[in-house]
């Protein structure tokens, strides 16, 4: 479970704010990359808090509405299919996460990253992998990210329903993949992940 060890390690080194950032959408195949980041006050109990893999989508919700509640800042922003296909999925992600960052009311001086990457932010930062599932800050903007993308999911299925996107959230299912090839692309579709669009079935 998540705990406050790396936030209090950081803060003992002399900083203040601590945000903890995550993203969710990075691997489907249409919609935005969406990143979060969030301050919480030191030590604050979120019974639950978990990974946000790891949860049911209610329980999400719940989180998020509580987060929002209790975070001393949060934010969320994202990178658009057009700049994913532009810039590559990863570049795009840290352009999402650096958003994020500048979106808060609070300004951190500090930024822990789920995952490996942590370049091009103006604040001092430390990736940490799996940092969602030990780090609450990372917990929290994980949760996020992930509800704010869901939401968008059910949005892109209200304006595409041919696709199922409320059942699969975009990633690349048989079903999804099936549908593409029936319907064609819409523009919310990333170019670089519908390559097999292009390829048959012969060898």
Excluded at 123 to 145: F, N, Q
């Amino acid at each position: 479970m998540p705990d406050y060890s790396v936030e209090n390690e950081i803060i003992a080194q002399g900083f203040h704010t601590v945000c903890g950032i995550d993203e969710a959408g990075r691997g489907p195949l249409c919609g935005p990359v969406v990143a979060a980041a969030c301050i919480l006050p030191a030590g604050l109990t979120i019974d639950g808090l978990n990974d946000s893999k790891k949860l049911s989508p209610a329980k999400r919700e719940k989180l998020y509405e509580i987060i929002c509640k209790e975070a001393i800042s949060w934010s969320v922003a994202s990178a658009s299919v057009e700049e994913i296909d532009r810039l590559n999925i990863l570049e795009a992600d840290l352009l999402a996460m650096r958003r994020a960052v500048e979106g808060l009311s609070v300004k951190a001086d500090y930024a822990i990253i789920d995952g490996n990457v942590n370049r091009g932010f103006l604040i001092p930062t430390r990736a940490v992998i799996h940092g969602d599932a030990v780090c609450m800050s990372i917990a929290a903007a994980s949760i996020l990210a992930k509800v704010t993308r869901d939401r968008i999911c059910l949005e892109l299925d209200r304006e595409y329903p041919q696709y199922g996107i409320a059942k699969h959230k975009g990633y690349g299912t048989k079903e999804h993949m099936d549908l593409l090839r029936q319907y064609g692309p819409a523009p919310i579709y990333r170019k670089q992940f519908i390559r097999f669009l292009n390829q048959t079935d012969e060898k």
